[in-house]
């Protein structure tokens, strides 16, 4: 089945603003934080200095605003126990799962790759 977007021409989508939607999204879930925060919650829900700790080098602001914008997007859950200390648990929602194998797919094709990357940029790099 067609998706939706697939079936009108690039002046609807332009028009309806659809295409600035789009590269939001894209956007959100191409940055190199997200996908490693995604990955990291694809197990379990984990706590927020569970998921820094995961995700070094970022840092805790960072971390914060990734975490906010995923929330934002619908992506991730935040569930605040009344604990003493408080605690704070990160999870995929179902959309966030449905990112999960699309973002380990392209993990997995970043790792078998990287080294002919690599090698490619040396050899551009020396001309």
């Avoid at 609807?12 to 925060?37: H, M, N, P, Q, T």
């Avoid at 919650?41 to 990734?66: C, K, V, W, Y």
């Avoid at 914008?69 to 604990?83: A, I, K, Q, S």
Wanted: proline content about 3%.
């Amino acid at each position: 089945m067609a998706h939706p977007l697939t079936e009108v021409d690039d002046a609807d989508l332009c028009e309806d603003g659809r295409r600035a939607l789009i590269r939001d999204v894209l956007e959100r879930i191409g940055d190199k934080w997200s996908v490693v925060v995604i990955c990291q919650l694809g197990d379990t829900t984990r706590r927020f200095n569970e998921l820094r700790r995961m995700s070094e080098p970022i840092t805790q602001r960072m971390l914060s605003a990734t975490l906010q914008g995923l929330e934002r997007d619908g992506l991730v859950t935040r569930t605040v126990h009344d604990t003493k200390p408080l605690r704070v648990d990160y999870a995929l929602t179902p959309r966030g799962f449905s990112l999960l194998e699309v973002v380990r797919t392209l993990a997995g094709w970043a790792e078998d790759n990287a080294v002919g990357i690599l090698d490619s940029r040396t050899a551009f790099d020396a001309r």
